[in-house]
């Protein structure tokens, strides 16, 4: 049987008027990287505060590491590693002096745990005289999550921790994570960057409150299930226009320079397509079939929660 | 026992690093020992007086002469009737009118005492107490210095009147005040600021989610503030002692010991004000409005209580720079013990345990 660290049954939150968390389960084993995957005000941050104890649930049963959230939240506190998504180290400390008093107020020191923070540690040591107000977006966020790590925790929470990162230092973090993963740390993490996604083991999608889906990214995509086209012109913005028009076209969505789109009946005659686009005054068409990413299969669920709520 | 300590570090490094917090914390109070000492009670000097005798005889005279000479008061006029004093008052010029009794030398040696009315313009009530007082200090030191030394035990008693407002009181008002208000200020206000920064910046979140409890984290924000508070109480008094002359007739560390509990008490309030603010703003504004704005007007320190209407009155009973203040003077100026401001003492204790109880109650483990 597998050992579930964070157990989330039936959770909701209201907030005076809004509720921002509509009844939410999921569970993470053990050693398992999660990821919650969805926009800006789905209600990631308010599941994490919940997990992490600092609010209380308004309805559901939360368990992390077999604790619950309201009785023994003392328990909980001690073992887990928590990064808010604001960054919330002290600016007015250097970046040693701020491990060091994160080390200590959990009664450990640097030496004690720096095993697991070496990889880490070292792309910033350089800088560790340096004040952390001072630092660079992708410093400030390795720095948080060292502090986060000094005490050695048995699950880290992470509340979209490379939101406002550049994709460098993204792309190191996540690496980062991986490596923290291989250690047998369990993580819980939060992005609303679909790319990310395919790193973490399972992921949820969460959108309003509500998760439309849990599942590994690869599953999460194959139940696509439908074919897909990338479209592109010279006139973008009349494109979505022109596409959304025709009836054979069941959704069109602007994804960078591309348009995304998939039909009624999966079958394409892009000559005809693009004769019709051509009549439409687009020039420089393009057309291919390509596999479906996470962002799209968030983009259908999405849809298809709003055509059930309508 | 370690984690408390790297908290309280911590905490000085907050205070170190940030210079408007020094400034507030250092620079101010000795600022405003300075300004409020210079201007509260400013050393008198060519005050225009007036002088009705009465008697005219050598001792007015030479009493007179040891006034004019004091080099604080110029002779502005000799007054011939009663009529004339409140005239000369009126003209604005005369601060203090003094009044010799008719048969004054003869009076002395018959009785061995004779009287002298001084009568100062109270409507600048500082000014009138000071100006009286000197006056005062230069008799006497006649009656000492040459009356005595010549074996006359003789007795001349000032009578002072105080005209427009006689109910003056508080020549030393200004320290005890001022260090009320610099320890209130910078006590409460710092502390709450310092525990409602936590919050603003989103620390607060990391430290709950913690192994710290509640109470080392309001110690070990107190404790810094606590340090600081204590050593410019220290400054205060060394300033107003050797650069104003304020006495110390009690005893020093009797003294300390109350500063030390109003500190307390003060520190408590600012935990108890953060508890209830998000912001830096906030808490600034409710230390600004609650706290300085009352104690500056409400604790006896410029408007004497007595003149209050009567709400205002029970407003300044639950003010604590009142009982400070009041224990203050009596040790400094009167030179009491325990015996005498025990009651003041034990209200500011329980005014330290209540603001403490409740802000530690009210502290939340939870950002909700």
């Known amino acids: 049987m597998k050992e579930f660290i964070i157990e989330v049954e039936n959770l909701k939150k ?76 002290y600016q007015d400390l250097s970046v040693e002096e701020n491990l060091t008093f994160f080390a200590r107020i959990f009664g450990t020191t640097i030496e004690e745990n720096y095993n697991l923070i070496k990889d880490i540690y070292v792309q910033i040591e350089p800088f560790k005289d340096r004040l952390a107000g001072k630092l660079s977006g992708g410093m400030k966020q390795k720095l948080a999550l060292c502090c986060a790590l000094i005490h050695s925790p048995d699950v880290l929470i992470l509340d979209e921790p490379t939101t406002g990162v550049d994709a460098v230092s993204r792309k190191e973090f996540w690496e980062m994570l991986i490596r923290l993963k291989e250690k047998g740390i369990t993580i819980l993490v939060s992005t609303p960057y679909m790319d990310e996604a395919n790193l973490c083991d399972r992921v949820a999608l969460i959108q309003n409150g509500e998760i ?55 079958k394409l005659d892009q000559d005809q397509l693009i004769s019709m686009l051509t009549d439409k005054n687009h020039c420089q068409i393009q057309i291919q079939e390509i596999e479906a990413n996470i962002e799209d299969c968030f983009m259908q669920l999405m849809n298809n929660e709003k055509l059930t709520v309508t | 026992m370690n984690r408390f300590i790297g908290f309280v570090k911590k905490e000085f490094h907050h205070i170190f690093r940030d210079y408007r917090t020094m400034l507030i914390l250092f620079g101010m109070p000795i600022a405003q020992i300075l300004i409020f000492g210079y201007v509260v009670s400013n050393e008198i000097t060519d005050v225009n007086i007036a002088i009705f005798d009465k008697s005219k005889d050598n001792i007015t005279q030479e009493i007179t002469n040891k006034i004019t000479s004091s080099g604080f008061f110029i002779l502005h006029d000799n007054l011939n009737s009663d ?127 913690s192994p710290l409890k509640p109470l080392p984290i309001v110690i070990g924000k107190v404790i810094p503030y606590m340090v600081l508070s204590f050593i410019n109480a220290v400054v205060i008094i060394a300033l107003s002692y050797f650069v104003f002359g304020m006495p110390i007739q009690g ?42 704005l009352p104690t500056m007007l409400l604790s006896g320190f410029i408007f004497p209580i007595e003149n209050m209407p009567k709400i205002l009155q029970w407003l300044s009973s639950i003010m604590p720079a009142k009982y400070f203040i009041i224990i203050i003077k009596n040790i400094m100026i009167k030179g009491s013990g325990i015996g005498i401001v025990w009651k003041e003492t034990l209200i500011l204790v329980g005014m330290t345990v209540f603001f403490l109880g409740l802000s530690i109650k009210k502290f939340k483990v939870r950002l909700e």
Request: glycine letters at 6%; charged letters at 20%.
């Open chain 2, 251 to 292: 005893n020093l560390i009797f003294l300390l010991a109350e500063t030390l509990l109003f500190i307390f008490m003060a520190l408590s309030l600012g935990i108890l004000i953060s508890t209830a603010s998000n912001s830096q703003m906030v808490a600034m504004f409710i230390s600004m409005f609650a706290l300085m």
């Open chain 1, 14 to 89: 209201s907030y005076e008027k809004v509720e921002a968390v509509k009844g939410v389960n999921f569970s993470v084993s053990k050693g398992e990287l999660f990821g919650l995957i969805g926009p800006d005000g789905a209600g990631k941050t308010s599941i994490f505060r919940i997990l992490t104890t600092l609010i209380f649930p308004t309805e559901g049963q939360v368990k992390v590491l077999n604790f619950d959230v309201i009785k023994n939240y003392k328990e909980i506190r001690s073992n887990i590693g928590y990064m808010p998504q604001r960054f919330s180290l």
């Open chain 1, 212 to 266: 439309m889906s849990i599942d590994t990214p690869e599953k999460v995509i194959q139940s696509f299930g439908r074919k897909l086209w990338a479209v592109k012109s010279d006139r973008i913005y009349q494109l979505i226009k022109d596409l959304k028009s025709m009836d054979f076209i069941d959704s069109v969505f602007p994804f960078g320079e591309y348009l995304h789109i998939t039909l009624q009946s999966d």
């Open chain 2, 83 to 209: 009529q004339e004093i409140e005239k000369a008052f009126k003209r604005g010029i005369v601060r203090e009118v003094i009044v010799f009794e008719p048969n004054f030398a003869e009076k002395l040696k018959r009785d061995g005492k004779a009287g002298i009315q001084i009568i100062a313009d109270a409507s600048d009530a500082n000014t009138a107490n000071i100006v009286s007082n000197y006056t005062k200090a230069i008799i006497n030191s006649y009656v000492k210095n040459e009356l005595f030394a010549q074996g006359l035990p003789y007795e001349i008693i000032p009578e002072v009147r105080m005209l427009y407002n006689d109910e003056l009181k508080g020549v030393y008002m200004f320290v005890p005040g001022t260090m009320a208000l610099i320890l209130m200020l910078v006590s409460a206000m710092m502390t709450s600021i310092s525990i409602a920064r936590e919050k603003e910046l989103g620390t607060m979140e990391v430290l709950l989610v």
